[in-house]
């Protein structure tokens, strides 16, 4: 690694398994380096040692300047970021972990999310914008990106958050979805929120370094995202959805051979380490809330998805 200053972001990516496309892997690369003009940034990329040289290709196409690292995988996702981590956290303000199927649509998308959260940085874990591709691409009804875990309606999931108008439309048609975009209840800033989706997972070194590693479950990234998430909370942080600020998630889908992968042993490490298990009913809400009661984890107990608590509002 050569020496630098340090950096506004870095940015995460294993690119890794049955599922890589090359042109995912560019439209990601691609959006992130036309969203963020004018932001002191770089790359490091995890691949499996015969897309390396891929890798190394797209962004000798897109820009080679911002490639820092492109590693040859040697373990599971955890280790593999828990590695750079260590490497990286004081190389960086902001670390984002992005998949590499997803598109970042708002133009200078950091900047607009970090000028938002201006004086309460210390008070933020976890940062994620709006999905468009289930909902304005699809018609359907999903808040991609956005956690149920433990809300009170998270049994109306995916009429939930911006989309709890919509339940009258789940399974319905595409067509009457598209049609009823009027009864989007977006927030007019940045909300306080339960958790976030491995999609789009954008934190500072700070914050993270409160959070703790990735947990070493499975081989792959199966309820990461909800385990950082309730660490974020439990350290007493907020995670928090940017509604303006916007992506799309996943790109050629239906072109994936294989889906989630080592579901049981995620869930059982959940379970073990948590007290309780994401998806059970009913949920021990009440231990819940005895055990975690000093943290941001009861907070979320209480709330509704769609009771916007903004993060101004303290």
């Given at each position: ?32 380096i036309k969203t963020n003009e004018g932001v002191n940034y770089g790359f490091y990329v995890v ?268």
């Amino acid at each position: 690694m050569h020496r630098m200053n340090k950096l506004d972001l870095i940015i995460f990516i294993k690119h890794s398994g049955p599922n890589v496309r090359y042109d995912n892997m560019k439209d990601t690369v691609s959006s992130l380096i036309k969203t963020n003009e004018g932001v002191n940034y770089g790359f490091y990329v995890v691949a499996d040692d015969h897309l390396v040289a891929h890798v190394k290709k797209i962004f000798g196409e897109t820009d080679p300047t911002k490639l820092l690292e492109c590693i040859p995988s040697r373990a599971p996702w955890h280790r593999d970021f828990n590695h750079f981590f260590e490497s990286y956290k004081e190389k960086a303000e902001w670390i984002l972990i992005s998949h590499d199927d997803i598109e970042y649509c708002t133009p200078n998308f950091f900047k607009k999310i970090t000028t938002q959260l201006q004086g309460f940085e210390d008070k933020v874990g976890w940062v994620i914008g709006t999905d468009k591709r289930y909902l304005y691409d699809h018609g359907l009804v999903v808040p991609e990106g956005l956690r149920p875990d433990l809300y009170q309606d998270q049994n109306q999931w995916g009429a939930m958050f911006h989309l709890h108008k919509m339940a009258h439309l789940k399974g319905g048609s595409p067509l009457k979805v598209k049609d009823s975009l009027h009864l989007i209840d977006l927030p007019s800033a940045p909300v306080k929120i339960g958790g976030i989706m491995s999609c789009m997972m954008l934190v500072q070194s700070s914050a993270l370094e409160k959070i703790g590693p990735c947990a070493e479950w499975t081989n792959y990234t199966m309820l990461i995202d909800a385990d950082w998430s309730l660490e974020a909370l439990k350290n007493n942080l907020w995670n928090v959805w940017v509604p303006d600020v916007y992506y799309r998630h996943p790109l050629r889908k239906d072109l994936r051979p294989t889906g989630h992968k080592w579901q049981r042993k995620a869930h059982d490490s959940f379970a073990q380490k948590w007290g309780f298990d994401l998806g059970a009913r009913p949920l021990p809400i009440k231990k819940i809330r005895k055990k975690y009661k000093d943290t941001n984890i009861f907070w979320l107990t209480y709330k509704n998805s769609y009771d916007w608590e903004y993060l101004n509002e303290d």
